[in-house]
C-alpha cells in the first residue's frame, strides 16, 4: 500500500518526464513537481478520472487474474471502453467480462494478448466472415519455439537452450509459464473465445509444456523428417501439447516466430506467422484497438 500513487495531468502525461520520474524516485512521484497523488489506487483513478478509454498493461497473473481482472471490471462497470494486453483477465473470465461490456454498452478490446503485433483475432473474426473456422491449430509462444529451434538446429539440450532465451531475454527467470505451456493456453483460450465463440476458461484445457521433449525425442523426429513444435489446438477438444509436424508443414517456424493456422470450410487452410510479442509491436495493437474504438464512436 506503501507505494500507491498516481500522475494526473488534464492536458495530458508528458511520457519523458513520467519515465525520469520513475528513474528518479523508481514512483511517478519523481522531484514532487508535478500532480502526484499519494495513496491514489489504479481503481481510484479508473473511477474518479474522467476518461473515456482505460488501457490495462499489468503483468499477467493465472491464478486469479489480478490484479488486471479488477482494474478491467471496475474499468467496464463505470462505463470506460477497455483496451487489454494482459492476458490473465481473460483466461479467467473472459465469457463474464464480453458480458458486462455489453451490458454497459461499451468496447473490449485485447489484440495485443495473442500475437502481440500480428493482426490474428480480427483477421479472424472480419476478415474470414463468410467462412466457418472448423479448427485453429498454432504455435503461440516464441520462448518454447525458440528453444526447440535451438534444440533442433544445434542440438543443445533444454536447459542451455532455455539459458540463451533467458540471456536475450526472451523468458522470464521463472520460465513455467511458457516452457509449461500456460502462455499458450491462454492465448488459445481467448483466440477460441474470440473467433468461434467458445466460452472456455483456462482450466478447460488439457496442458502439457515442453519440459519432457529430450533431444533424442527431436532428433527421431527428425529422422521422420518432422519437427517437435508446442502447439495449441481448438476443433474437436482444446489442447495444448508439443507435437510433431513435418518439416514442410506451414507452422514449422523458428526462433521466437508465433504462427497460427485456420482451417476453413471455403476458404481452405489460411496461416498467419508474426512476431508474437515485444514492446513496439504490442503497442501497435493497443493503437489499433484504440483507432478502432474512436472510428466505432465517431460515426
Ligand atoms: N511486452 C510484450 O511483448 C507483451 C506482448 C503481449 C502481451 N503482453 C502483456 O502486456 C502486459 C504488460 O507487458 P510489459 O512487457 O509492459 O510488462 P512490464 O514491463 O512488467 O510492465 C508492467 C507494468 O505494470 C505495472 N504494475 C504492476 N503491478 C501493478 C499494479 N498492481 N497496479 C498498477 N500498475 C502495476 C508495473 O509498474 P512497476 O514498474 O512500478 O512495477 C509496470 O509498469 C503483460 O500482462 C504482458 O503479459 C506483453
Redesign the pocket.
Known amino acids: 500500500m506503501d507505494n500507491l500513487g498516481a500522475v494526473m495531468v488534464p492536458e495530458g502525461i508528458d511520457i519523458q518526464r513520467l519515465l525520469e520520474s520513475k528513474r528518479l524516485s523508481g514512483t511517478l512521484r519523481g522531484d514532487g513537481s508535478w500532480e502526484y497523488h499519494e495513496g491514489m489506487s ?1 481503481i481510484d483513478v479508473i473511477n474518479e478520472v474522467e476518461c473515456e478509454v482505460v488501457i490495462e ?4 497473473e493465472l491464478k486469479r487474474g489480478e ?1 488486471g481482472l479488477s482494474h478491467v471490471k471496475a474499468a467496464l462497470t463505470a462505463g470506460r471502453h477497455v483496451i487489454c ?4 483477465p481473460l483466461a479467467i473470465a473472459m465469457p463474464a467480462l464480453m458480458e458486462l461490456a455489453h451490458h454497459n454498452d461499451v468496447v473490449f478490446k485485447f489484440s ?2 495473442v500475437g ?1 503485433g500480428t493482426p490474428v483475432l480480427d483477421f479472424a473474426k472480419k476478415c474470414l466472415e463468410g467462412s466457418r473456422i472448423k479448427s485453429i491449430c498454432a504455435i503461440l509462444n516464441g520462448t518454447s519455439n525458440y528453444i526447440l529451434s535451438k534444440m533442433g538446429s544445434e542440438g543443445k539440450p533444454m536447459k542451455e537452450a532455455l539459458a540463451e532465451a533467458q540471456k536475450l531475454g526472451y523468458a522470464e527467470a521463472d520460465p513455467t509459464y511458457d516452457i509449461g505451456g500456460f502462455d499458450t493456453a491462454c492465448k488459445l483460450v481467448i483466440t477460441s473465445n474470440y473467433v468461434l465463440g467458445t466460452s472456455l476458461s483456462i482450466k478447460d484445457l488439457a496442458i502439457t509444456g515442453i519440459a519432457g521433449v529430450t533431444p533424442e525425442d527431436i532428433k527421431k523426429a527428425a529422422s521422420k523428417g518432422n519437427v517437435i513444435k508446442l502447439i495449441g489446438r481448438v476443433g474437436g477438444g482444446a489442447k495444448v501439447s508439443p507435437e510433431e509436424i513435418p518439416v514442410t508443414h506451414p507452422l514449422n517456424v523458428s526462433g521466437t516466430f508465433n504462427a497460427i493456422l485456420f482451417e476453413t470450410d471455403s476458404a481452405g487452410d489460411i496461416t498467419l506467422v508474426g512476431k508474437g ?3 513496439r509491436e ?1 503497442a501497435s495493437s493497443v493503437l489499433r484497438d484504440l483507432i478502432e474504438i474512436r472510428r466505432t464512436f465517431a460515426r
Open positions: 489504479a498493461t499489468t503483468p499477467t490484479p494486453t494482459n492476458k490473465g495485443g494478448t502481440g510479442a515485444g514492446g504490442t
